[in-house]
């Protein structure tokens, strides 16, 4: 069971980071307009 | 790069041009190269679909000059930057209307930017409280399920470390607003539902870090991070929600108020005549206005005489005759005649400019409204405190060492959770009800005020009537304008009717509309319609037949014109002894009186507030069995009459649409706009009708009762809860776990409740 004091300081670190993964996409305005970005897919002539 | 894109401008597009009228969609950057770049957000039309927005976009990357262009379907906007050097912003309009759709400068650009940034900061607080939240409940899990000695001590206190550590972004960040409101609301010395709930964050937060870093001290061994989390994104998610119910007001009104700048035709000194924006026009200048539209600004006529509608200005519901020299109000339409203003007053001078001023005026001396749920916050407030002082004294005389431990606990499990949830959640649930149905609030609490309204001030004149004017009666008329008989050839009013329909006159409309399109009795030849005065036109033996006013109709008549109290429409031949009169009368909208038979069986105290000319306002009321009537009523005195009724002491309700109505739609406890009345009416009405239905006010006004009803529900579960666990919190019988799971239970069951206002 000692592996837990490792696992837990990293779950809190993760989360840490998984935060801020979601803050720069939502300041980088990725959730503004969720049904433009979820139709763009069907859209002909564009790359990617 | 070719000049072609920046050749001149079709007519009625020149005006984007013009800086002053760009200056609130766009926004001008300094490029690294040195040159300015623009970036323009326009309002889109005529969108069906997804794929729309890829046509669009397409479109306006085929402008040399157009840097970027970004559409939104579901906004049905677009964000475009071009640069100034190569194109102009009527060569970017072109090409999106060249695809196949509309689009007009977006002048709430700012307001929107606003609105995002706002929305964005709340989904970001909200996205850090739930997601620390649900890990700070992995670490207290352990805790809850270990039994006895199964768990290490330094493990529990890992534990504990971690989830302190990640309450820090929760207190510090998400739950900055509450910190805030309660600091603002002790610096204005009034009691607001913030206090308690920031009390409770903090000493929840000050008495579980207590615990982790000494768990032999004052405050106990327990733990509290779990409940503070997930108490700050119930909050939080609340919040968010009522935020975006504010917001799609917001826009769908917004989407309405876009148009192509307002333009006026002026006359430059020699004869030419020049498209300006409307901010460009001066007193002095000569300015033509054609057929149907409205005045720029107030002036006097100068060439021409016609018929005026200022009903949305005065209230006043038929069209006033105007000749030269006579006055003219901006705003008003030209309904009769092209003709030639000279301008007097523009901007802020105008009657319109006065009225707006009145009504900003009116907007700062509304009274108050108090919110009941924080009514409830002070008394809430001083009950829990005194109860944790009471709490802390008697155990200091039972057990010194665990006084503090107790008090701490029954300031953590009053935590107005459930409280402060019970109203935002009814008021969201009712107002996405209302928004379904067509009423769009703009002021969430404007609910609580229909529900408590005891007087309800309703106008005439576009309000109860419909805008256009209905045929009621026909009569035959002899040379000398008397009355010869009730009985009319009803071959002659059909030929009339199909006459009617070649004008787009609104009396001929209303003529032309009250009959269905039968096949053309009359076969009209040379068909004439001059303007101001009326029809003519020749039947199948060649005969003269007019329609109009009185002196078109008898040109040779040495009768003055007959004086009628209702508008009327006079129809005969050439050289004929008798003559047909068409009598017209406004239209009450379908509903109207249903609705205000409904509101008064409610209790509510009805008075018809109009600007129109006394009797015709009496004649209506009598229809509708209103017995309190205001009529011709200027802005000033309709205000001054619903101050008094509030100095009386009865919350006021008022339903309007017109301009002239906007300052006491400001002054009014709550006021409800129709949707086709004038911008600023809408503007800062609480409530817009968009459905046009007066029996939305009866609707809204029983879903505001009922709100009350469900909001009384839920203050009183959350109170009885909170109260419920208060003995069980001073005997110290209350573990964390079930402080926590109690205060989750009670906060779904009153958003479950309110819920049940969804269904309308």
Redesign the interface.
């Known amino acids: ?1 000692d592996i ?2 490792l696992l ?2 990293l ?2 670190v993760l ?2 980071g ?2 801020g993964l ?2 720069w996409a ?2 980088r305005g990725q ?6 970005e979820g ?1 763009r897919i ?5 790359a990617g | 790069m070719t000049l072609t894109a920046v050749a001149a401008a079709p007519d009625d597009l020149a005006v984007l041009d013009d800086p002053i009228e760009q200056q609130g969609s766009t926004r001008w950057e300094t490029a690294p190269g040195g040159h300015r770049i623009a970036e323009t957000s326009l309002v889109l039309g005529g969108m069906h679909c997804a794929a729309c927005a890829g046509i669009i976009e397409a479109a306006l990357a085929g402008v040399p000059g157009v840097e970027r262009a970004e559409v939104s379907a579901a906004g049905q906007r677009a964000q475009v930057r071009w640069d100034p050097a190569l194109t102009r912003l009527s060569a970017v309009v072109e090409a999106i209307r060249g695809a196949g759709y509309e689009a007009v400068p977006d002048g709430a650009a700012p307001a929107r930017e606003l609105r995002q940034g706002e929305r964005r900061t709340a989904l970001w607080r909200l996205f850090v409280a739930s997601f620390c939240a649900m890990q700070i409940m992995m670490f207290a899990t352990p805790g809850y399920v270990a039994r006895g000695d199964e768990m290490a001590a330094d493990l529990r206190q890992l534990l504990n470390w971690g989830s302190w550590l990640l309450s820090m972004p929760v207190l510090l960040f998400s739950a900055g607003p509450f910190f805030q409101g309660a600091w603002r609301s002790l610096r204005q010395r009034r009691m607001g539902m913030d206090v308690p709930v920031a009390l409770g964050i903090a000493v929840s937060f000050v008495a579980s870090s207590g615990a982790t870093f000494d768990p032999a001290g004052v405050f106990g061994h327990e733990v509290y991070f779990d409940s503070l989390a997930m108490f700050v994104s119930f909050l939080l998610g609340a919040r968010f929600l009522e935020m975006l119910a504010r917001h799609r007001a917001a826009e769908s009104l917004e989407s309405a108020l876009a148009a192509l700048p307002e333009t006026a035709q002026r006359l430059v000194a020699d004869g030419v005549v020049e498209t300006v924006s409307l901010q460009r026009l001066r007193p002095g200048d000569r300015v033509l206005v054609p057929l149907g539209a409205s005045f720029p600004a107030d002036g006097r006529l100068e060439l021409g005489a016609t018929q005026v509608d200022e009903s949305l200005l005065t209230g006043e519901s038929l069209p006033v005759a105007r000749q030269v020299g006579d006055e003219v109000v901006g705003g008003s339409v030209n309904l009769g005649a092209p003709v030639r203003v000279r301008v007097e007053r523009v901007g802020a001078d105008t009657r319109h400019g006065a009225i707006v001023s009145l009504m900003r005026e009116a907007l700062t001396q509304r009274p108050a409204l108090v919110r009941r749920a924080d009514a409830w916050a002070g008394p809430f407030l001083w009950v829990v405190l005194l109860l944790a002082a009471v709490a802390g004294a008697v155990w200091s005389w039972i057990d010194p060492s665990r006084a503090i431990g107790v008090a701490v606990a029954v300031l953590i499990v009053t935590c107005p959770c459930a409280l402060s949830l019970a109203v935002p959640s009814a008021m969201v649930a009712a107002a996405g009800a209302l928004a379904r149905r067509g009423v769009m609030l703009q002021r969430l609490d404007a609910l609580e005020a229909l529900a408590g309204m005891r007087r309800l001030f309703i106008d005439k004149t576009g309000t109860l009537t419909e805008d256009q004017a209905s045929w009621v009666g026909t009569r035959l008329i002899d040379a000398a304008g008397r009355s010869a008989a009730d009985v009319v050839p009803p071959n002659q009013v059909a030929a009339a009717i199909a006459l009617a329909r070649s004008s787009s006159h609104p009396l001929a409309r209303a003529l032309a509309d009250a009959a269905p399109a039968t096949a053309a009795t009359v076969d009209w030849r040379q068909v004439h319609e001059v303007a101001g005065q009326g029809l003519e036109a020749r039947d199948g033996q060649g005969r003269l037949w007019r329609l109009g006013s009185w002196s078109w109709v008898r040109p040779a008549s040495t009768w003055p014109a007959p004086v009628t109290e209702l508008p009327c429409v006079w129809f005969g031949a050439e050289g004929s002894e008798l003559i047909l009169r068409f009598d017209f009368d406004e239209r009450l909208r379908a509903d109207a009186a249903e609705a205000v038979a409904a509101l008064t069986d409610d209790g509510v105290a009805m008075t018809l507030l109009s600007g129109d000319q006394p009797q015709r306002a009496e004649r209506l009321a009598a229809r509708l069995g209103i017995t309190d009537v205001r009529a011709g009523a200027t802005p000033q005195s309709k205000l001054a009459a619903v101050a008094e009724a509030q100095a009386a002491g009865q919350p006021v309700g008022m339903v309007g649409d017109g301009v002239n109505d906007a300052p006491v739609l400001a002054q009014a406890d709550v006021s409800l706009a129709m949707g086709r009345g004038a911008m600023v009416a809408r503007l800062h009405a609480d409530a817009v009708i968009v459905s046009n239905r007066l029996g939305d006010v009866v609707l809204a006004r029983r879903l505001a009762l009922r709100m009350g009803q469900v909001m009384r529900q839920n203050l009183a579960w959350a109170a009885a809860y909170n109260l419920a666990c208060v003995p069980l919190a001073l005997a110290g019988w209350l573990p964390p776990w079930a402080a926590g799971l109690g205060m989750a239970c009670s906060s779904l069951l009153v958003v479950a409740n309110s819920l049940r206002l969804a269904r309308v």
């Open positions: 069971m837990l004091y837990i300081p779950s809190a989360v840490l998984l935060i979601f803050g939502l300041h959730f503004d307009d969720l049904q433009r139709e069907l859209d002909e002539g564009e």
